[in-house]
T-cell receptor
Framework: QQQVKQSPQSLIVQKGGISIINCAYE??????FPWYQQFPGKGPALLIA?????SEKKEGRFTISFNKSAKQFSLHIMDSQPGDSATYFC????????????FGKGTTLSVSS | DAEITQSPRHKITETGRQVTLACHQT?????MFWYRQDLGHGLRLIHY???????NKGEVSDGYSVSRSNTEDLPLTLESAASSQTSVYFC??????????FGPGTRLTVT
C-alpha cells in the first residue's frame, strides 16, 4: 500500500511558468512533509519542508501548500527556470519518533526555454 | 566540512555473489538510512539505524542486511546478489528525524 502518492509523474513547463506537483498521504500520524530535489547523477537534497500546523510555507520561488483535512500537500515553483529541471520527491515522516521518510514516486520536471 | 560518502560509486557483480556497499558520514548523526532508487518506484527504504547496534527493516529489506558498529558507518550487504537488486543505492543520515543528507549514490549492476 503506497502511503504517499505523487502526481504527475512528469511535467513540462515553459520558462517563467508555474510548476505544480501534488502529493497525498494516508497516515494521519505523519507530521513532517519535506520536498526533495534531485539532479541527474546526484543524491536528493532537501528543498523545503512543512509541518501540519501551518497551511503554507514559502522560500523564494518555492511554496508548499498544505491541506490537513484533505491529507494533501503540493509544491509550487513560481517563475520556473531551466535550472529547476530535476526530479522532485515529496515525502512524509513521523519526525518526533525519528522514523525514516516515506517517499512519493517522484516527478520529473522539464522547464523549456 | 562534514559530509557523507559512499563507495564504490559503481559496481558490477555476478548473481550469487556477496556485495557490500559502504556509507560513511562525518556529521556524527545517530540516524542512518539506506534507500534504493528505481524508475517508477522512487526511493524505497531498505534498512535504517537510530544508533550503534540498532538496525531496523524497511519496506524492501529482503536480501539485504546492515550492521552498525560505530556512529559513522552503516554498510549495506547483499547476501547473494540477484538481478532484481540492480539499482542505484543511496545512503542518508539525519539527526532527530529532520533533514536527511544523502550521499552521491552507488550504481550496482548484477549480471
Amino acid at each position: 500500500q503506497q502511503q504517499v502518492k505523487q502526481s504527475p509523474q512528469s511535467l513540462i513547463v515553459q520558462k517563467g511558468g508555474i510548476s505544480i506537483i501534488n502529493c497525498a498521504y494516508e497516515n494521519t500520524a505523519f507530521d513532517y512533509f519535506p520536498w526533495y530535489q534531485q539532479f541527474p547523477g546526484k543524491g536528493p537534497a532537501l528543498l523545503i519542508a512543512i509541518r501540519p500546523d501551518v497551511s503554507e510555507k514559502k522560500e523564494g520561488r518555492f511554496t508548499i501548500s498544505f491541506n490537513k483535512s484533505a491529507k494533501q500537500f503540493s509544491l509550487h515553483i513560481m517563475d520556473s527556470q531551466p535550472g529547476d529541471s530535476a526530479t522532485y520527491f515529496c515525502a512524509a515522516s513521523k519526525s518526533l519518533s525519528g522514523t525514516a521518510l516515506i517517499f512519493g514516486k517522484g516527478t520529473t520536471l522539464s522547464v523549456s526555454s | 566540512d562534514a559530509e557523507i560518502t559512499q563507495s564504490p560509486r559503481h559496481k558490477i557483480t555476478e548473481t550469487g555473489r556477496q556485495v557490500t556497499l559502504a556509507c560513511h558520514q562525518t556529521w556524527n548523526h545517530n540516524n542512518m538510512f539506506w534507500y534504493r532508487q528505481d524508475l517508477g518506484h522512487g526511493l524505497r527504504l531498505i534498512h535504517y539505524s537510530y544508533g550503534v547496534q540498532d538496525t531496523n527493516k524497511g519496506e524492501v529489506s529482503d536480501g539485504y542486511s546492515v550492521s552498525r558498529s560505530n556512529t559513522e558507518d552503516l554498510p549495506l550487504t547483499l547476501e547473494s546478489a540477484a538481478s532484481s537488486q540492480t539499482s542505484v543505492y543511496f545512503c542518508a543520515s539525519s539527526e532527530h528525524g529532520y533533514e536527511q543528507y544523502f550521499g552521491p549514490g552507488t550504481r550496482l549492476t548484477v549480471t
